[in-house]
């Protein structure tokens, strides 16, 4: 046996490395997942809002760009819904009216009928 202080420090290693696995283990675990994508969210949202206090993070931004930028993301991540709608021919939008054909009336069946 080893003395006191190497194994206290085996054990905190073991414990490490249960935690990380443990950690890979849950992720798989969807309420887990949402627990830690909602808390990245939120440590993301508060890090932002605290540094708008500093004028050091205050970066001046050029509209257009900034249009471009939006335009560019847009697409990149609308690019398979596009393309799934085009093939399908949805047209998520329609101009005017929209005029239904109905049933065509034959000579024989609009003529009075023979009882």
Known sequence: ???????KG???EEGIKEIIF???????N???????????????FVIAFVMTFFSMFD???F???LLCYWVV??????RRQIAHMIKYKYIPFSVGKQKYGGKK?????????GD
């Open 73 to 78: 993301l847009f697409f990149l991540t609308m």
């Open 105 to 113: 009336s034959s000579a024989s069946s609009s003529g009075s009928r």
């Open 10 to 12: 085996r054990d905190k």
């Open 59 to 61: 970066v001046p931004v």
């Open 30 to 44: 969807p309420i887990v997942s949402v627990i830690i994508s909602r808390y990245s969210f939120t440590k993301a």
């Open 22 to 28: 443990d950690t890979f283990m849950h992720a798989s």
């Open 63 to 65: 509209w257009p760009i």
């Open 1 to 7: 046996m080893g003395s006191p202080a190497v194994e």
